[in-house]
């Protein structure tokens, strides 16, 4: 496995596997890897020649309040998993590298991102397409893989790539969870054992919901479900429990038949997101 | 030669040539061919091996109460001047193929579209970095050729692939005239008998105020002359005459020696734009 620091590095090697015909799995991370992650690079490896893991703390994507500064960082510890998992590249070069100027050109996401997550995180989703979009330019993948915890993000993700006709596929897998149910989360670490203790309760009251919607029909009365299970076993303060069709994120109506119901609860300081995507058939995992 | 109409069309001829390992030429154009156009092609042929043209009046780049209904439009003539200049493939969607949804993801231009044409056409440099964002998707080329005749444009989409990390070169070629100076234009076609005849005193304006920033380094003085002689040798109403740094388009400072003279002229109705692009040492044709 190579570690590559600067584009123009791993543009040599691009244009080489390029030459050879060589398809490219790309997986894009902000680091401190987890199984969510190392599952989409198994994925990637099955389907693909070569296996670029990008490993990069976008501060774009971050507020000016959020966590930037503190994300948690082991660039070692990834080296070594990211290897086991097959990954042929990690390329992870310094903010500098990826941002040596500006000429004031931006991105902005849209209607997709006014809700969820981007009302409570303005900009965000303008500084995630900003780094996808210079990701995909220069790994040039045949397929990019993205976690479904982040399911507001692959469907942003999905949209530009349909809009903008990028010459690659989306590929989006399924959350990974601990045994107790807590979605997989880089952020997890911020947890106190205590805090650790309460946060299973997100994914139970979505699973409550989830069950109360499949038989009643009423997505308030589900939503509602969902945050007095939250309220009543954990000590966490909720942002958002929503539930939309998805992909395209819009008002759940008499004909959507594919739902997503997407939490974001602060556990202490820490914010963490967890959803579930299904439809009256069942729960589904791709868009 | 072929002529496409469809994405996926284009895409199996891509995808074949990429594993082909053929360079790609892609010359983005609105149709209505002229000689401008044709420099851009001749241009392309000799620097790679497949030759794509597009030919597309791509409607989010005219404001509300521009020509886009009454862009001049004759894909048989140019279909015929393409192929005498080695073009290989004219790629000519409809609008509903290039823009069938819209999940509202925009790019915007920023600070390089403010000024200039940017500032009386607001709106014109997103949408055309819109379109080209798609084209460079759709046609994956090697290089793309843009005619310096829009400096702005090229300057911005130069600004684009730097900050976006597009893997493509964009080659600007100098602007090709008449015999009596008038900058080749699709949209010289509106120009009447009389206006035709008014039309050259734009670029003998330009050399005049080239002529005199290099004696005096006055700017103000420069762009006097230049807005005095039109004015009394045509009826043009002037857009704007502008000096300003090139390729980055901020003022013109004490260390600046690379310059855009730039100029925007209603001549009757018809919006016509020229420019130099001169250093103290001379007239330049590149970025």
Redesign the interface.
Known sequence: MMILNT?SQL?SIVDQA??E?KSIGLVPTMGFLHEGHLALANAAKEENELVIMSIFVNPTQFGPNEDFQTYPRDLKRDTQLAESAGVDIIFAPSVEEMYP????????????SEILCGASRPGHFDGV??VV??LF??A?PTRAYFGQKDAQQVA?IQ??V??????LEIRSLPIVREADGLAKSSRNVYLTEQERSEAPAIYEALIKAKEEFLVNRNANAAIELASNHITRNSSGKIDYIELLAYP?LKEVTGDTNHFLLASAVFIGKTRLIDNIIFSFEGETANV
């Open positions: 584009i543009n390029k030459r015909g100027e500006n000429g004031g050109i931006s991105i902005k996401a849209g209607r997709q397409l900003q979009t210079k330019h220069i040039q942003i949209t530009l349909r809009d903008y006709n990028f010459p395209d």
